[in-house]
T-cell receptor, first 115, second 111 residues
Framework: DAGVIQSPRHEVTEMGQEVTLRCKPISGHNSLFWYRQTMMRGLELLIYFNNNVPIDDSGMPEDRFSAKMPNASFSTLKIQPSEPRDSAVYFC?????????????FGPGTRLTVL | TQLLEQSPQFLSIQEGENLTVYCNSSSVFSSLQWYRQEPGEGPVLLVTVVTGGEVKKLKRLTFQFGDARKDSSLHITAAQPGDTGLYLCAGGVNNFNKFYFGSGTKLNVKP
């Protein structure tokens, strides 16, 4: 079975440019999470969706960040305009959420570098 | 400020040694998960504990949830080079699987 798929795996862009990260969750999972990982701050939850609806976006750092989940098999995280401090590894994870303690399955991540 | 603090931050040991990693918080969690992350990959779940005082074993790994559900520990017996990685604890706070991750412990097991 395919796991969580993220694209691109690496992205290098210049400050001010728009960046779009993509995620395909595991089929049948109804929760999707976007995380950011840096050395300084560790793994931070940015936003999560349940049944395609954003439930909690309190971790989204600024209005420059936005996330969408138009259907059960696709989500995007957009940064516009990007800044050097946005450089990090961005992970998408999905979960079946049957009991509230279910496994989150993480994708391989997108390493973003903003110059 | 991290909701969950892990210690130690870094640990380098020889193969065969035992070790314990700690995950502490002032907050109460409904569940506690431990993940291992290898370079270039996403975290992979090792275990979930939900009851205060619960102990779970996974081969050479022993996980314990504190009685008050504020802390947890991971003990590895006879560590092997394959145990090398970043160990993350994550505290769950509601039924939608929202988890707060700890700062991580980077373990290196030398052959």
């Amino acid at each position: 079975d395919a796991g969580v798929i993220q694209s691109p795996r690496h992205e290098v862009t210049e400050m001010g440019q728009e960046v779009t990260l993509r995620c395909k969750p595991i089929s049948g999972h109804n929760s999707l999470f976007w995380y950011r990982q840096t050395m300084m701050r560790g793994l931070e939850l940015l936003i999560y969706f349940n049944n395609n609806v954003p439930i909690d976006d309190s971790g989204m750092p600024e209005d420059r960040f936005s996330a969408k989940m138009p259907n059960a098999s696709f989500s995007t995280l957009k940064i516009q305009p990007s800044e050097p401090r946005d450089s990090a590894v961005y992970f998408c994870a999905s979960s079946p959420v049957r009991s509230g303690t279910d496994t989150q399955y993480f994708g391989p991540g997108t390493r973003l570098t903003v110059l | 400020t991290q909701l969950l603090e892990q210690s130690p931050q870094f640990l380098s040991i020889q193969e065969g040694e035992n070790l314990t990693v700690y995950c502490n918080s002032s907050s109460v969690f409904s569940s506690l998960q431990w993940y291992r992350q290898e370079p270039g990959e996403g975290p992979v779940l090792l275990v979930t504990v939900v009851t205060g005082g619960e102990v779970k074993k996974l081969k050479r790994l022993t996980f314990q949830f504190g009685d008050a559900r504020k802390d947890s520990s991971l003990h590895i017996t006879a560590a092997q080079p394959g145990d090398t990685g970043l160990y993350l604890c994550a505290g769950g706070v509601n039924n939608f699987n929202k988890f707060y991750f700890g700062s991580g412990t980077k373990l290196n097991v030398k052959p």
